[in-house]
């Protein structure tokens, strides 16, 4: 039954975050969570995250701009190395937040709970007239890259900044997810070196059978977002993302994600 479901997950998370080029990790993990401990649960979410991004960018490498890339991933790079040390020397502290809003508790963790705040914010900010009609200057791509570097390192949960810089960088939708999805690549090789000893540890207990159909289900999903590229527009790209990102910061704040 977990084959099915993760699959399915996979599958339509693949689909649904093309576009943004970040969430399949974010949705993945915690329905596989459901059915293996949580290390475990990292363990496959990120190798399925990985494979799926090189078979997205096995279609549309063409669409790369390196410039970008460059001036992104460097400092991505290497915050992300140093978000994964950080999260392997602060592993065992088990850091929560709880919380009461309208006599209903929450509680999640507290890189979660700060990461959320972060995406929440820049989403409103996002929403205001005034902000939506600027863009960043490209000087501040590295800055981006160090944001989005150091929390894919520290909790997996890149894409999310790393869009925020990327959606206004005057590229092309192509561009836009290309470029991401490359940036994506050079972080999740970062950290899985840096897991890999954690993964090594859990191999015997990690489903590799439910690991390639959920990486062959991915897979579909990725080809079905491509299809659908040719449909839409920078504009709905824009929207979706910023719908995306607010429910992923409603998400990590109360802990559902």
């Known amino acids: 039954m977990e ?15 093309f576009f943004s080029g970040f969430g ?7 329905v596989v969570a459901l059915f293996f401990p949580l290390e475990i649960a990292i363990g496959i979410s990120a190798i399925v995250h990985l494979a799926n991004n090189f078979f997205k960018i096995g279609l549309l490498y063409k669409h790369v701009n390196w410039q970008v890339f460059l001036r992104f991933g460097i400092t991505a790079l ?17 850091l929560h937040v709880g919380y009461t809003i309208f006599q209903h508790s ?11 705040w972060l995406i929440l914010i820049f989403v409103v900010l ?3 007239p005034a902000f939506s009609r600027l863009s960043f200057d490209k000087k501040y791509l590295p800055i981006g890259g160090i944001i989005s570097g150091f929390f894919g ?5 890149q894409g999310a900044f790393r869009s925020m810089f990327l959606i206004k960088s005057g590229l092309t939708k192509e ?3 290309a470029t991401g999805v490359m940036v994506a690549i050079m ?12 993964i090594i540890k859990t191999q015997s207990q990690i489903d590799w059978i439910l690991v390639i159909t959920a990486c062959f289900s991915a897979f579909i999903g990725a080809y079905l977002g491509r299809i659908l590229l040719k449909k839409v527009t920078i504009q709905s790209v824009h929207f979706f993302v910023s719908t995306f990102l607010l429910l992923v910061a409603l998400g990590l704040i109360s802990g559902l994600i």
């Open 153 to 157: 390192g520290l909790t997996g949960n």
């Open 106 to 116: 929450f509680d999640t963790s507290l890189f979660q709970f700060i990461i959320g």
């Open 187 to 198: 972080v999740d090789i970062t950290r899985l070196s840096v897991y890999g000893k954690s």
């Open 24 to 30: 399949l990790g974010t949705l993945l993990m915690p």
């Open 3 to 17: 084959i099915v479901i993760i699959s399915l997950v996979a599958l339509a998370a693949s689909t649904l975050t």
């Open 175 to 177: 561009q836009f997810i």
């Open 126 to 128: 996002e929403l205001i």
């Open 78 to 94: 290497v915050f992300a190395f140093i978000g994964a040390k950080a999260l392997q020397g602060l592993a065992e502290s088990n």
